[in-house]
């Protein structure tokens, strides 16, 4: 951590906040662990951080969205707004996109710059360290809502602090039952805490002939993949039953070897998930949020203050915890 000057100049189009609470993400992790893909993409000396809340203190000479003293949030994948898939209502990839804090200066800082293309209005009555978790809410918000779950059975597999949002937010829109499976004690805990209804440790049992037994041999209708681990992903294929649905959003650090056929020939759709959609999902978590169908405090573990950043990065490298904010 050091001191750095608080940014000067706004482009027309940006917007300067006074950042209130920021989360920690997978990501950031990564970035903090400098791993093979870290130094390959990130540029130094650059801010980390992209998941925050916080208000705003100036704005550039052609923002309209927001005024001084607004409480805002921000989709973290920035848009050209110019590309083809901008064009055809497909700004969350974008062909151009850059990332907050892994492409240009992010908001693990008092003041961040960030473009009005991405901010997001809170609710007012929404606590700020709540907001600061939205953006990881999104993607579980997305992967439960690429496929209909209402009524159907679910695995997830992965209960990392994504996971167990997913969990609630499949709760939500009517799912049942879920089944969660996870290797760590502590986050099938959180799991069960945040409504799971059925838990596995495929370290510990036989996961796939426990699912079968839960959903009377059939399989489950859907699995959400939320651990990027190859033997949950393979688990997920072999425990959906013929026509069901895998969302996929947890990301494999090596290629995964995978029985195509076995997918062919029980007919199922595979949907990839990247970021949220802009804005759709935002108003559907929003949606979510403001009417209390999701509780966040079942998921955010830690709030910290940001000279003690250390701390929370270490409980994410340890898995003892669902989300963790920094107070900034
Ligand atoms: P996380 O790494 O904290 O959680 C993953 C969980 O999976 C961990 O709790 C881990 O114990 C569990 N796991 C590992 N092996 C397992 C196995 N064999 N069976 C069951 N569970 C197992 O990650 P997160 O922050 O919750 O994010 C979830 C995933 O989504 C990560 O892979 C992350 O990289 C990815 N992600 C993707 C996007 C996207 O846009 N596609 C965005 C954010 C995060």
Redesign the pocket.
């Known amino acids: 951590m050091k001191e750095v000057p608080v940014p000067e100049e706004l482009k027309d189009d940006e917007v300067l906040i006074k950042v209130k609470y920021a989360s920690i993400?997978?990501?950031d992790l990564?970035i903090y662990q400098w791993n093979e893909w870290a130094q390959n993409r990130i540029k130094t000396p650059q801010i980390g951080g992209h998941e925050f809340s916080g208000e705003v203190v100036r704005v550039g000479k052609n923002v309209k969205l927001v005024k001084e003293g607004d409480f805002v949030s921000a989709e973290t994948h920035i848009p050209c707004t110019r590309c083809k898939m901008c064009r055809t209502g497909n700004m969350h990839i974008c062909l151009n996109m850059e990332i907050l804090g892994v492409d240009r200066d992010g908001i693990f800082a008092e003041y961040a710059k960030v473009p009005e293309v991405v901010l997001w209005k809170n609710d007012p009555t929404l606590p700020e360290y709540m907001a600061s978790v939205q953006e990881?809410l999104g993607?579980a918000v997305?992967t439960v809502t690429s496929g209909d779950v209402s009524g159907k059975s679910v695995l997830i597999?992965?209960?990392?602090?994504?996971?167990?949002?997913t969990v609630q937010v499949a709760k939500a829109l009517g799912a049942g039952p879920i089944i969660v499976?996870?290797?760590?004690d502590f986050?099938l805990d959180l799991a069960k805490k945040n409504g799971a209804d059925y838990l596995v440790?495929?370290?510990k049992e036989d996961?796939y002939a426990k699912i079968m037994e839960i959903t009377h041999h059939e399989g489950v209708d859907c699995v959400l993949e939320?651990?990027?681990?190859?033997?949950?992903f393979n688990?997920g294929m072999k425990a959906v039953i013929p026509g069901g649905h895998i969302s996929?959003?947890?990301?494999?650090d090596k290629n995964v070897s995978l029985d195509i056929n076995a997918g062919i020939f029980k007919n199922i759709t595979m949907y990839?998930?990247?970021?949220?959609k802009m804005f759709e999902t935002w108003y559907k978590l929003s949606s979510l949020l403001n009417t209390k169908k999701i509780d966040l405090d079942k998921i955010i573990t830690d709030v910290i203050p940001f000279e003690d950043w250390q701390i929370g990065f270490d409980k994410?490298e340890e898995?003892k915890c669902g989300k963790v904010v920094l107070k900034i």
Do not use: D, Y
């Open positions: 993400c997978g990501t990564h990881p993607n997305f597999t992965g209960a990392g602090p994504i996971g167990v949002m499976s996870e290797v760590k986050r440790n495929p370290a996961a939320m651990s990027g681990n190859e033997s949950a688990l996929i959003l947890g990301l494999f990839g998930i990247t970021g949220r994410m898995g």
